[in-house]
C-alpha cells in the first residue's frame, strides 16, 4: 500500500510539472513560477492532494544539494581566487549591510536579541536555486548583473558555514547547554577536514579506478554516491547538507572527471530542483496568510524592500549598467531556501521561537513565489523602457546581414577586424562593454551592444545569415557557451573562436571548433626575433619557429585524446619537447650548433 501511495504522489508531481510548467514557459512567466503554482494547487491549501509537505520538503532539498554540488564543480581554485574582489565585496557587503538592516528592524519590532539575529542572517540569504535558473533561461549569467549577482550568490552559501556554527551558540541562555556544544563544533570541524583530505588524496584514485571499468552507469553510480555520502555525513551532524555537496564540488572542480561528474548529475538535479520549487509552493501556509494576511505581506514586502534597496546600492558600487541595475536587486531581493533550515535549525537549538520561524518561513516562500512575477514585469516593461533612455554607446542594433560576426572587439577582436576591413569585409562589431563601445566609436567603428548569449541579440546580429561568427571574448566560459549556442541554433555559420589558454585550446579542439591561441604566436613570433638577435640567420629562425608551431599542434591534439588524465596530458608534453630538441638539432648543422657565437 506504501509502495502504491508512493507511485500515487510521483504520478502527482509529475503531472503537475508537465502542465504547469509549459504553460507558464509558453506564456512568458517562466519555469520557476510554474512549479511553486503547480505546487500550490496540489498542496494541502490547494486541491489537498499531497498532505506530507515536510516529508517532500525534507526530498526535495536534495535538488539544492545537487545544484551547489554543480556550482562548485565550477569553481577551481585559480577561478575562486580572480573572484575574491566581487565574492569578498559585493556578496559581503549584501549580507552584512542586509543582516544588520534586517535584524535591527526585527529588533525594534520588540523580537528577543537571539531572534533578531538569527532573522537578519537567515533573511539576508538569497534563493540560489531560482536566481541561478532565471539567469540561465534568460542566458543571463554572462552578463555584469548575471556575474555580480553569482558572486553574491557564491558568497551567501559560503557564510552559511558561520551562520550555522553560530546559531547553536546564540540558543544557549535557553537551552542551559553544557560542555556538549563544543564537542559538537570540535566534530563539525573534524568532519570538514576529513572530507577535505579524503577529496585531495583518496577520491581521484577512486574515480580513476571506477572509471577504468569503462561502465558509465558505474561511475553514474559513483557520482550519486559521492554527493548522497556527503550529505548524509553532513545532515548527521547537523550541519547543511547544500554545504556539504558544495565543499565536495570544489575539491573536484580540478578533477579530470569534473565534466562527467556534471554531465552524469544534471539529469538528477533539474528533476529534484523541480520538485523542490514544487515542495515550497506547496509549504506556503494559506491557513496562517488568512489569518494575518496583512502582517505577512507587510513583512514579506518589507523584506523586499530593504534587500532591494541594499542591492541597488551595492550594484551601482560595482559598476553594474544602468540598463541591468534594477534588474540584480529584483534578481536577489527574495528570502533563499537556506532560511528554511535556518528557522528550524534556530528552533530547535532554542534561539528563535517556533510561531516567530512559521511566519518567517511563509514569507520566505511568499517572497520566492513573487521573485518570477517581479522580474517579469521588469522584462515586459522597465527593460524596454530602459534601453530606449539609455541606450549603451555605440549604434542602435538593427538587423545586420553581414557575412562575419565579430563578438568582442577588444585588443584582440579590434586585429580580426582591422584586417577585414582592410580587405573590404564590412564585419558586425559587437560589445558588452559600454566603456569599450565609446572607445571603438571615436575611432570610427561601426558597433553595437549586446551579450553573445541572447538569441534575440545574435538574430538582430544576422547569425542566422553570417558565414563566419568570430568569438573573441576574453572569458573562456562565455566563449564556449556562445559556441555551443551558436552551432545549436545557427548551424550555417562557421565559428573561429579565441583560446583562452593551452587547456581552453584542447576544449575546443574536443567540440570540433576552429580556433586562434592567445598569446602563443605572438609569443612565437617574439622567441623568433630572439634567435636572430642571437646571431641566427633569419630564414634559419623563422623554419625554427614553424617547426614548433607544428610540433606543438600535433602534440595539443595527442594532448585532447587523454584530457582527463593529468599524468597521460604531462608525459606527452614531456615527450613533445624532447621531440623538438632532437628534431631542431637535427635540422641544424653541428658546426653551427657548437660555433655559434652572439652578435
Same mark, same amino acid.
Given at each position: 500500500?506504501?509502495?502504491?501511495?508512493?507511485?500515487?504522489?510521483?504520478?502527482?508531481?509529475?503531472?503537475?510539472?508537465?502542465?504547469?510548467?509549459?504553460?507558464?514557459?509558453?506564456?512568458?512567466?517562466?519555469?520557476?513560477?510554474?512549479?511553486?503554482?503547480?505546487?500550490?494547487?496540489?498542496?494541502?491549501?490547494?486541491?489537498?492532494?499531497?498532505?506530507?509537505?515536510?516529508?517532500?520538503?525534507?526530498?526535495?532539498?536534495?535538488?539544492?544539494?545537487?545544484?551547489?554540488?554543480?556550482?562548485?564543480?565550477?569553481?577551481?581554485?585559480?577561478?575562486?581566487?580572480?573572484?575574491?574582489?566581487?565574492?569578498?565585496?559585493?556578496?559581503?557587503?549584501?549580507?552584512?549591510?542586509?543582516?544588520?538592516?534586517?535584524?535591527?528592524?526585527?529588533?525594534?519590532?520588540?523580537?528577543?536579541?537571539?531572534?533578531?539575529?538569527?532573522?537578519g542572517l537567515g533573511l539576508a540569504l538569497s534563493s540560489t536555486a531560482i536566481a541561478l535558473q532565471i539567469l540561465g533561461e534568460r542566458s543571463l549569467l554572462g552578463t555584469p548583473a548575471g556575474r555580480t549577482g553569482f558572486s553574491v550568490l557564491l558568497f551567501q552559501?559560503?557564510?552559511?558555514?558561520?551562520?550555522?556554527?553560530?546559531?547553536?551558540?546564540?540558543?544557549?541562555?535557553?537551552?542551559?547547554?553544557?560542555?556538549?556544544?563544543?564537542?559538537?563544533?570540535?566534530?563539525?570541524?573534524?568532519?570538514?577536514?576529513?572530507?577535505?583530505?579524503?577529496?585531495?588524496?583518496?577520491?581521484?584514485?577512486?574515480?580513476?579506478?571506477?572509471?577504468?571499468?569503462?561502465?558509465?552507469?558505474?561511475?553514474?553510480?559513483?557520482?550519486?554516491?559521492?554527493?548522497?555520502?556527503?550529505?548524509?555525513?553532513?545532515?548527521?551532524?547537523?550541519?547543511?547538507?547544500?554545504?556539504?555537496?558544495?565543499?565536495?564540488?570544489?575539491?573536484?572542480?580540478?578533477?579530470?572527471?569534473?565534466?562527467?561528474?556534471?554531465?552524469?548529475?544534471?539529469?538528477?538535479?533539474?528533476?529534484?530542483?523541480?520538485?523542490? $520549487?514544487?515542495?515550497? %509552493?506547496?509549504?506556503?501556509?494559506?491557513? *496562517? /496568510? =488568512?489569518?494575518?494576511?496583512?502582517? +505577512? @505581506?507587510?513583512?514579506?514586502?518589507?523584506?523586499?524592500?530593504?534587500?532591494?534597496?541594499?542591492?541597488?546600492?551595492?550594484?551601482?558600487?560595482?559598476?553594474?549598467?544602468?540598463?541591468?541595475?534594477?534588474?540584480?536587486?529584483?534578481?536577489?531581493?527574495?528570502?533563499?531556501?537556506?532560511?528554511?533550515?535556518?528557522f528550524g535549525f534556530a528552533v530547535t537549538a532554542g534561539a528563535m521561537e517556533s510561531a516567530v520561524a512559521d511566519q518567517l518561513v511563509l514569507c520566505v516562500a511568499l517572497s520566492m513565489a513573487l521573485t518570477p512575477l517581479l522580474i517579469l514585469v521588469h522584462g515586459?516593461?522597465?527593460?524596454?523602457?530602459?534601453?530606449?533612455?539609455?541606450?549603451?554607446?555605440?549604434?542602435?542594433?538593427?538587423?545586420?546581414?553581414?557575412?562575419?560576426?565579430?563578438?568582442? $572587439?577588444?585588443?584582440? %577582436?579590434?586585429?580580426?577586424?582591422?584586417? *577585414? /576591413? =582592410?580587405?573590404?569585409?564590412?564585419? +558586425? @562589431?559587437?560589445d558588452h562593454n559600454p566603456t569599450q563601445l565609446e572607445r571603438i566609436r571615436r575611432f570610427g567603428y561601426k558597433s553595437f551592444y549586446g551579450d553573445a548569449l541572447r538569441l534575440d541579440v545574435l538574430r538582430t546580429a544576422g547569425a542566422d545569415k553570417a558565414r563566419?561568427?568570430?568569438?573573441?571574448?576574453?572569458?573562456?566560459?562565455?566563449?564556449?557557451?556562445?559556441?555551443?549556442?551558436?552551432?545549436?541554433?545557427?548551424?550555417?555559420?562557421?565559428?573561429?573562436?579565441?583560446?583562452?589558454?593551452?587547456?581552453?585550446?584542447?576544449?575546443?579542439?574536443?567540440?570540433?571548433?576552429?580556433?586562434?591561441?592567445?598569446?602563443?604566436?605572438?609569443?612565437?613570433?617574439?622567441?623568433?626575433?630572439?634567435?636572430?638577435?642571437?646571431?641566427?640567420?633569419?630564414?634559419?629562425?623563422?623554419?625554427?619557429?614553424?617547426?614548433?608551431?607544428?610540433?606543438? /599542434?600535433?602534440?595539443?591534439?595527442?594532448?585532447?585524446?587523454?584530457?582527463?588524465?593529468?599524468?597521460?596530458?604531462?608525459?606527452?608534453?614531456?615527450?613533445?619537447?624532447?621531440?623538438?630538441?632532437?628534431?631542431?638539432?637535427?635540422?641544424?648543422?653541428?658546426?653551427?650548433?657548437?660555433?655559434?657565437?652572439?652578435?
Amino acid at each position: 500500500m506504501d509502495n502504491h501511495g508512493f507511485i500515487l504522489n510521483m504520478v502527482i508531481y509529475l503531472s503537475a510539472a508537465v502542465i504547469a510548467v509549459p504553460v507558464f514557459t509558453r506564456f512568458g512567466l517562466g519555469s520557476v513560477l510554474g512549479y511553486l503554482v503547480a505546487g500550490m494547487a496540489i498542496g494541502p491549501f490547494g486541491l489537498r492532494l499531497i498532505r506530507n509537505v515536510e516529508d517532500i520538503l525534507h526530498f526535495a532539498e536534495f535538488g539544492v544539494v545537487l545544484l551547489l554540488f554543480l556550482i562548485g564543480l565550477e569553481l577551481q581554485p585559480r577561478k575562486l581566487w580572480k573572484m575574491r574582489r566581487p565574492i569578498l565585496g559585493a556578496g559581503g557587503a549584501q549580507v552584512l549591510v542586509s543582516a544588520v538592516a534586517i535584524g535591527g528592524i526585527a529588533l525594534a519590532l520588540g523580537l528577543r536579541w537571539q531572534t533578531a539575529v538569527v532573522t537578519g542572517l537567515g533573511l539576508a540569504l538569497s534563493s540560489t536555486a531560482i536566481a541561478l535558473q532565471i539567469l540561465g533561461e534568460r542566458s543571463l549569467l554572462g552578463t555584469p548583473a548575471g556575474r555580480t549577482g553569482f558572486s553574491v550568490l557564491l558568497f551567501q552559501d559560503i557564510a552559511v558555514i558561520p551562520i550555522i556554527a553560530l546559531i547553536p551558540l546564540l540558543g544557549f541562555e535557553l537551552l542551559n547547554a553544557d560542555d556538549g556544544r563544543d564537542l559538537s563544533t570540535v566534530t563539525i570541524v573534524a568532519v570538514l577536514v576529513a572530507i577535505l583530505l579524503g577529496g585531495r588524496y583518496l577520491l581521484h584514485h577512486v574515480m580513476r579506478f571506477v572509471a577504468s571499468t569503462r561502465l558509465p552507469e558505474i561511475f553514474t553510480a559513483l557520482s550519486l554516491l559521492l554527493v548522497c555520502g556527503i550529505a548524509f555525513i553532513m545532515d548527521m551532524i547537523g550541519v547543511s547538507m547544500a554545504l556539504g555537496a558544495f565543499v565536495a564540488g570544489v575539491l573536484l572542480a580540478d578533477s579530470p572527471y569534473r565534466h562527467t561528474l556534471e554531465s552524469d548529475i544534471a539529469p538528477f538535479k533539474g528533476l529534484l530542483l523541480g520538485l523542490f $520549487f514544487i515542495s515550497v %509552493g506547496m509549504s506556503m501556509d494559506f491557513a *496562517l /496568510l =488568512a489569518e494575518h494576511p496583512w502582517r +505577512t @505581506l507587510g513583512i514579506t514586502l518589507l523584506l523586499l524592500l530593504v534587500k532591494g534597496v541594499i542591492l541597488y546600492a551595492i550594484g551601482r558600487a560595482s559598476g553594474i549598467p544602468h540598463t541591468q541595475r534594477l534588474f540584480f536587486p529584483l534578481l536577489l531581493c527574495q528570502g533563499g531556501e537556506f532560511g528554511f533550515v535556518l528557522f528550524g535549525f534556530a528552533v530547535t537549538a532554542g534561539a528563535m521561537e517556533s510561531a516567530v520561524a512559521d511566519q518567517l518561513v511563509l514569507c520566505v516562500a511568499l517572497s520566492m513565489a513573487l521573485t518570477p512575477l517581479l522580474i517579469l514585469v521588469h522584462g515586459r516593461f522597465i527593460e524596454p523602457r530602459n534601453r530606449l533612455l539609455d541606450e549603451p554607446p555605440g549604434e542602435t542594433m538593427e538587423a545586420q546581414d553581414n557575412p562575419v560576426i565579430i563578438i568582442g $572587439f577588444g585588443r584582440f %577582436g579590434q586585429v580580426v577586424g582591422r584586417l *577585414l /576591413l =582592410a580587405n573590404r569585409i564590412t564585419p +558586425t @562589431l559587437i560589445d558588452h562593454n559600454p566603456t569599450q563601445l565609446e572607445r571603438i566609436r571615436r575611432f570610427g567603428y561601426k558597433s553595437f551592444y549586446g551579450d553573445a548569449l541572447r538569441l534575440d541579440v545574435l538574430r538582430t546580429a544576422g547569425a542566422d545569415k553570417a558565414r563566419l561568427i568570430v568569438l573573441a571574448m576574453d572569458d573562456a566560459a562565455t566563449v564556449n557557451r556562445a559556441a555551443e549556442l551558436i552551432r545549436q541554433e545557427f548551424p550555417q555559420a562557421q565559428i573561429l573562436a579565441r583560446a583562452y589558454d593551452r587547456g581552453h585550446a584542447m576544449e575546443l579542439i574536443a567540440a570540433g571548433l576552429s580556433f586562434t591561441r592567445e598569446t602563443f604566436h605572438s609569443a612565437l613570433d617574439m622567441g623568433r626575433e630572439a634567435l636572430t638577435l642571437l646571431g641566427f640567420e633569419e630564414g634559419d629562425a623563422a623554419q625554427r619557429a614553424e617547426t614548433m608551431r607544428r610540433l606543438d /599542434l600535433d602534440s595539443l591534439h595527442e594532448q585532447v585524446k587523454v584530457r582527463h588524465d593529468v599524468n597521460a596530458v604531462i608525459s606527452i608534453a614531456r615527450n613533445a619537447r624532447e621531440n623538438l630538441e632532437q628534431t631542431l638539432m637535427a635540422d641544424s648543422p653541428a658546426r653551427e650548433a657548437e660555433n655559434r657565437e652572439p652578435g
